[in-house]
């Protein structure tokens, strides 16, 4: 049996992943920090001198249905790419309106109305992803995605951000980050 | 902004509700007890000679529509009726091939071919019900269903775990326990 991973974002002054900015985008930002280590694991030691440290979990699919699966599968591309080099951390937070709707509800303002999964589709596989849940967790986000790219595509990765964020589902974000990064070449 | 509700289920040799039978009905069984406390929030002390302690969290729904979560809040009532007196707490797991399939694909088996929500329906507003996420937790168990019952109406709750324990859905079921409780009547 598959437990399912859990992976803590931790910042600070050390880590593989350097910060080269941070936009608040809506609701309080977090404390300032110039690195990132990503850690696997259920309880991993914390690093020192520890900004602030995001949980998730990586859990079965919530929307997704068989064909969008399949469409999705056959054109990502895992993480740790070596042309990959930079990456983005958005932890984000969804309403209690959200949170209160059902099921068939949530899924028609995600796909039919916002085609998250169309949009995303596009960038693929130039845009890696990995989904993290936090919300059952306890934590202060309801998600942590965590997307690695080239350089040059940094634009294009952009360019879905301003699709997505103009969608009906992003009338129920109250809190999101942009955390972007640039892997440490010394590591 | 709501935090989802993290509950504790700690048996051992004492708590409110007196531990009247435990039937294992697929996988591992737990040590024996023979109380249980349920305590909420996230990080309960433990309770003395604990034998097994299992926790999960109420979240979102995952599979019901708008249609059924309107049917299900007409006809349910809540937890503590005074003449409810008998529970029962059923942990349960799910294989790694229930977790691969995509949403549509465990709606379908949960509700069109298992009615799923449609057979907890015939027995509202006699049994009530609260389940809790485990899976996320890192949990032996995915799920922690919580019923409450007068003893008049064990019978019908008997009927409704043989129909749901016979559906398309029960196998992707690998651990399972029925516990039986009473509420201590001193407390």
Redesign the interface.
Same mark, same amino acid.
């Given at each position: 049996?598959? =437990?399912?991973l859990?992976v803590t974002f931790a910042a600070g002054d050390c880590g593989a992943w350097r910060i080269t900015g941070v936009s608040t985008i809506v609701g309080p930002t977090l404390p300032p920090a110039t690195a990132l280590c990503v850690l696997e694991g259920?309880d991993p030691a914390a690093p020192p001198n520890c900004a602030w440290s995001l949980r998730g979990?990586i859990?079965?699919?919530?929307?997704?249905?068989?064909g969008?699966?399949d469409a999705l599968t056959s054109r990502q591309e895992g993480l740790r790419r070596t042309q990959a080099t930079h990456a983005a951390l958005i932890p984000m937070?969804k =309403?209690?309106a959200w949170?209160?709707l059902?099921?068939?509800?949530?899924?028609a303002i995600f796909e039919e109305q916002s085609h998250h999964i169309g949009i995303g589709l596009e960038y693929l596989p130039a845009v890696a992803r990995r989904l993290h849940?936090s919300?059952?967790?306890?934590e202060p986000f309801d998600f942590l995605t965590w997307f690695e790219f080239a350089p040059e595509h940094e634009a294009a990765f952009d360019a879905m951000l301003v699709r997505l964020r103009a969608s009906p589902e992003w009338a129920y974000v109250?809190r999101e980050i942009d955390i972007r990064l640039l892997r440490d070449p010394e590591r």
């Open positions: 049996v598959t =437990t399912p859990h259920p979990v859990s079965n699919t919530r929307y997704t249905q068989r969008e699966v937070r =309403t209690d949170w209160a059902a099921q068939d509800e949530r899924r849940h919300r059952e967790l306890g109250d």
